[in-house]
């Protein structure tokens, strides 16, 4: 129980294009996703935590015309990189909650910007 | 913000010996969780605690609550080769809207 799929699991886009990625709760619905950013050799970064039918809440220096986040529904969460740009190049991984407090990940978005 | 403090930040072992790594936090949480890493993939949990002094085993993985609510450690017994990975804790606090708080990572290898 408690899988998470994300969708695709690598992509190489060129500069200036937007990318989407999706972030589905297979097995569960999830009250809340989040998305997490990952720099080689680094922990995870928290960009977002979104609820299903709200506004994603950002954290501090992420900005959120850059990565447009929908939560459309309690299985599907997807983030958009809009105007993509090489230093957005990273591992994105989601991750969704059903209970409080424990959170399950999808297995990561590769994003290569040329 | 809060933050964690995981330790140590890499362990090189022989196979079939233990490890121990902790995390220690300035303030107290509600659940500790323990992640694993494998490169290039999503972390997997490992194991979920929520209650202090709760110690708990998933197969050769230990992992303690600590009684303060400031800190945990996860032991593994006995380490093979696919034991090798990035070892996460994350803290989390139920008034944090569900967010975790994660440390830096133990990268753990295993020499045959």
């Known amino acids: 129980g408690a899988v998470v799929s994300q969708h695709p699991s690598r992509v190489i886009c060129k500069s200036g294009t937007s990318v989407k990625i999706e972030c589905r709760s297979l097995?569960?619905?999830?009250?809340?996703m989040f998305w997490y950013r990952q720099f080689p050799k680094q922990s995870l970064m928290l960009m977002a935590t979104s609820n299903e039918g709200s506004k994603a809440t950002y954290e501090q220096g992420v900005e959120k015309d850059k990565f447009l986040i929908n939560h459309a529904s309690l299985t599907l969460s997807t983030l958009t990189v809009t105007s993509a740009h090489p230093e957005d190049s990273s591992f994105y991984i989601c991750s969704a909650s059903q209970m409080a407090d424990t959170q399950y990940f999808g297995p990561g978005t590769r994003l290569t910007v040329l | 913000g809060q933050q964690l403090n995981q330790s140590p930040q890499s362990m090189f072992i022989q196979e079939g010996e233990d490890v121990s790594m902790n995390c220690t936090s300035s303030s107290i949480f509600n659940t500790w969780l323990w992640y694993k890493q494998d490169p290039g993939e999503g972390p997997v949990l490992l194991i979920a605690?929520?209650?202090?002094?709760e110690l708990t085993s998933n197969g050769r993985l230990t992992a303690q609550f600590g009684i303060t609510r400031k800190d945990s450690f996860l032991n593994i017994s006995a380490s093979i080769p696919s034991d090798v990975g990035i070892y996460f804790c994350a803290g989390s606090y139920n008034t944090n809207a569900g967010k975790s708080t994660f440390g830096d990572g133990t990268t753990l290898t295993v020499k045959p």
């Open positions: 605690l929520y209650k202090a002094g």
């Open positions: 097995d569960f619905q999830a009250t809340t």
